[in-house]
């Protein structure tokens, strides 16, 4: 039998699927967005049903006091330019699932994708997991279905757990907000229902080569896929393809081998757990001293005690208009659990960008991963991309004051991005907010040496450390999850 | 160059020691214990000086707003019988470090470790690692002298960092604590002071079957060493000892392999990382569910708030005296950084006891591990041993109100005993507190299958979930730290 590793490497490799040809997919998923009907307005904050602003701390909630609420923090830190500072947050203390599908047809793995809408999503359907799920989902306080497939997740018989950890969200906008996320083999039947389709991991990293198609529940899942087979160990680059083709237990004839030098390089490093110039320990030890050294003091407070923002009928926003909004919407859908309602949604003021900085080290690819403190932490510090940061915040400072790496990133010639594409956050939490994703390559001249809180480590050493919850955020994950060898 | 693995088996396999024979020890031991004049007196509440009651919060505090304070928590969860409840806690937010300082003479590594008095440690001094800081230590705050050799961990040029992480510390009297648990292989000199001695890890392993001499700070900087040399790496059981010794590249007359049939049980379970009945994804994913079903809720709450709890001049205790006491004493010593101080202390009320059964599963001997949720964990669920209790809670209890495998420990026959000894908690905090330390193999017919929130583990696998934060918790790596061997 293959290691899971092996399955999803041959998945990931493999572009024929007599289910959905990539090129039908854009038509079944236009179709699909052209199917219902969605309706998404913003809505005066009185407007809103169910949830209100609590009369003694000013807090937005939900009557039934479940799904998420709106309350403040208040930070102190010895980390960046601004030392003290409270803001509104989000609060969303049970851990919901992300959870994809699989089944293996003719000995090759295929993912149940769902065609989905969120209000916040820009074009309104993105492509998600097979289930989205908060414990209020599926206990079932909005009164409404339970979620399709989410039974698959709750009985696991004659089923195998691919993959299944707590991953973070947001640590600039949620409170220590986390998710499971969870990749089920099924051996039961699967009936396809109509916003669902199965598609290789081949396909799917090839969708996510566009624009806000694959969502951010569906890419932070897809990050958490390990790719270092344990039968691959120990291999030169040049074996490695030809021993995927040798090894797999199926009609291999589909299987792509037709990489370019870049995606060569990719595919190695994300087999590479052992190659890195830093071993795994040297990587923990260099995090243990930075969570000693940086200091994150966040506590809760009521809304109505954050300094410097303000709220107006529509929206509660920061004095100089920056960081993000809170606002509300009003959603008219005919396909969701329930056909209608009101919520409220985080409205980004700028735009973002999330790079991850790569070159050659030893003849393998290595990815520049840093060390970024976020209000919202569970734990202080996580590894983030090289560059992550909203850009409109710096527009007007002079280069030394801008984040590390930012101006290269800014700057870079074309022919050394790899990638460069927007993807959404969440449109059940944020209204029509997209950063770039971009993948620079580097050259041999490029200094190893960086600064105290940046590391360089292989795609597998960073696939290792995300299955061991809480050591990279989601912008880490979800942007190493657009490189499955594109 | 052996692996720092390989270099820890070796050490670990030699009790020779031109610095400190073994046998010579205890009477180097006791005289630092004779050679300095220590006084402790348990005080009223009124003479603790720079430490009082705030008026406004009843929380216990330090003048200087630091070291640590004792508050309340409110606590709400799912687990176990008793649904909610509020405690004082001790809060300790700083992390501090806990760093022993290795080194080798002739290709053997030797740690330094320091015979120091704690005002709660039975018999007062302890072997301890070189260096026990806090962040007020090292910064000063006590205006005392710094701790000797702190240096060697500041400025680690010259050295190696051989281990380096965060771990958490009692989760039933701590509220979140974490401390840096490191060691450090210099290449300098390194002058050795009175209450110091260089020892190897076979003369350690041999002092932990002693009752309360190794210190809870040594237990659990020692409990992440790990063993599993790569060199090793899929190797037969019969093979390993022969192995290590040709590795070895110095003088290998003095490796010790006269293990009997158990000590080469743990030595085969300590290098097995890949041999387990659950590969560490599974164990990942265990313990995902768990964390997702179980519910922890604890918010901090001011002391006077704190329900069922009272104070007298000289102690805070429960009402019906369970669990623990908040204490005062005064301690003189003239080998402190400072010569007299007060402060506050935990006591315990009843003894506890902790224990790991063990069990031959195909071949190697797996751990049986418990998923314990206690209420200052910094992530709701931690590992722990098989048996965890403070045995006194339960006297008057039925047996099918016992926590699963307490009767079993309690009356298991002598013949299965593999260890049993007292060791003592930290005695810069805790007063006197000493647990029954066990380890009992189990027969072949003892059931592989347990309740849900256990699961069978190799020693090699432990340690490989130690190296990443936050998986196991403090009583569950120092009782693993009493079995190197042995």
Redesign the interface.
């Known amino acids: 039998m293959n290691s899971k590793e092996l399955d999803f490497l041959i998945s990931a490799l493999t572009k024929h699927n007599p289910f959905m040809k990539t090129k039908s997919f854009m038509d079944w998923f236009f179709s699909r967005q052209q199917a219902h009907k969605f309706h998404i307005e913003q809505i005066p904050f009185e407007k809103l049903e169910d949830w209100s602003f609590e009369p003694s701390t000013g807090n937005l909630t939900h009557a039934s006091g479940k799904f998420f609420f709106i309350e403040g923090i208040w930070v102190e830190t010895n980390v960046g330019r601004i030392s003290q500072w409270s803001q509104p947050i989000m609060n969303q203390?049970e851990?919901g699932i992300l959870g994809i599908l699989a089944k293996k047809f003719d000995g090759i793995l295929y993912f149940l994708m769902q065609a989905k809408m969120e209000p916040g999503n820009i074009n309104l359907v993105q492509l998600a997991p097979t289930v989205q799920a908060t414990r209020s989902n599926y206990t079932r306080v909005h009164k409404g279905g339970t979620p399709p497939y989410l039974n698959y997740f709750l009985d696991k018989s004659k089923s195998t757990?691919l993959?299944?950890?707590?991953q973070s969200e947001q640590g600039a906008r949620f409170l220590r907000k986390r998710n499971?996320n969870?990749i089920i083999e099924t051996s039961k039947e699967v009936p396809v229902l109509d916003d669902y389709c199965w598609l290789t991991l081949g396909q799917i990293h090839k969708l996510i080569q566009y624009d806000n198609i694959i969502n951010m529940d569906a890419r932070t899942v897809l990050s958490c896929i390990p790719f270092a087979a344990p039968e691959l160990q120990n291999m030169g680059v040049s074996e490695l393809l030809p021993t995927v083709k040798k090894l797999g237990t199926v009609d291999m004839s589909y299987v792509r081998c037709d990489f370019d030098e870049f995606q060569t390089k990719l595919f190695t490093s994300a087999t590479a757990t052992n190659e890195g110039i830093y071993d795994?320990?040297?990587i923990?030890?260099w995090l243990?001293?930075l969570?000693?050294y940086y200091e994150l003091?966040t506590e809760r407070i009521p809304l109505k005690f954050v300094k410097n923002w303000h709220k107006t009928d529509y929206q509660i926003l920061h004095d100089e208009g920056k960081y993000f909004a809170v606002i509300a919407v009003a959603v008219q859908a005919d396909n969701r659990e329930v056909a209608s309602w009101t919520q409220p949604l985080m409205k980004p003021q700028e735009s973002g960008i999330v790079a991850y900085l790569v070159r050659n080290i030893n003849g393998v690819l290595h990815f520049l991963v840093q060390a970024k403190v976020e209000a919202g932490n569970?734990?202080v510090v996580e590894m983030a991309p090289t560059v992550q940061c909203v850009t409109g915040n710096y527009k007007d400072e002079k280069p030394e004051n801008l984040p590390p790496f930012l101006e290269y990133v800014s700057n870079v010639p074309p022919e050394q991005v790899r990638f460069s594409t927007f993807q959404s956050e969440e449109g059940g939490r944020f209204f029509q907010e997209e950063n770039k994703n971009m993948l620079i390559e580097l050259g041999d001249d490029f200094p190893v040496k960086v600064p105290d809180n940046y590391i360089w480590m292989t795609m597998g050493q960073i696939k290792n450390f995300i299955?061991?919850?809480?050591f990279f955020n989601v912008e880490g994950r979800c942007l190493l999850s657009c490189f499955g060898f594109m």
Chains 1, 2 share one sequence.
């Open positions: 203390p851990i757990i993959v299944d950890s707590l499971r969870i795994s320990d040297t923990i030890s243990t001293e969570k000693v003091n569970f734990d299955r061991y919850n809480n």
